[in-house]
Nanobody, 120 residues
Framework: QVQLVESGGGLVQAGGSLTLSCGPS????????MGWYRQAPGKQRELVAT????????YADSVKGGRFTISRDNTRNTVYLQMNSLKPEDTAVYYC?????????????WGQGTQVTVSS
């Protein structure tokens, strides 16, 4: 079973920055994509950003415009989420995701989540 270890969450004031890190127990290149999702209280888990094994990023509309940047360092086997200009509505538990496909089937692996709290 693949394990994903997240770090970097915490409490920050609005307008501040945080960087989340995620390191899978397997080789990061063995996954088709890595990503970050978040879940706010009372809401469903939603996509924040993904990055393919080739390095192509994809962002949710809510974080487009340069506030968030997803990146990966294959040599460190780590994916990052740089979050700038944080807003109170960014408060959520952030989950790292690793996704693989095998034929027509998709396999998702999840971290335990890291809390991000943005105070106004």
């Amino acid at each position: 079973q693949v394990q994903l270890v997240e770090s970097g969450g915490g409490l920050v004031q609005a307008g501040g920055s945080l960087t989340l890190s995620c390191g899978p127990s397997a080789n990061i290149l063995s996954f088709d994509a890595m990503g970050w999702y978040r879940q706010a209280p009372g809401k469903q888990r939603e996509l924040v950003a993904t990055i393919t094994s080739g390095g192509s990023p994809n962002y949710a509309d809510s974080v487009k415009g340069g506030r968030f940047t997803i990146s990966r360092d294959n040599t460190r086997n780590t994916v990052y989420l740089q979050m700038n200009s944080l807003k109170p509505e960014d408060t959520a538990v952030y989950y790292c995701n690793a996704m693989s496909t095998w034929g027509s089937r998709r396999y998702d692996f999840w971290g335990q989540g890291t809390q991000v709290t943005v105070s106004s």
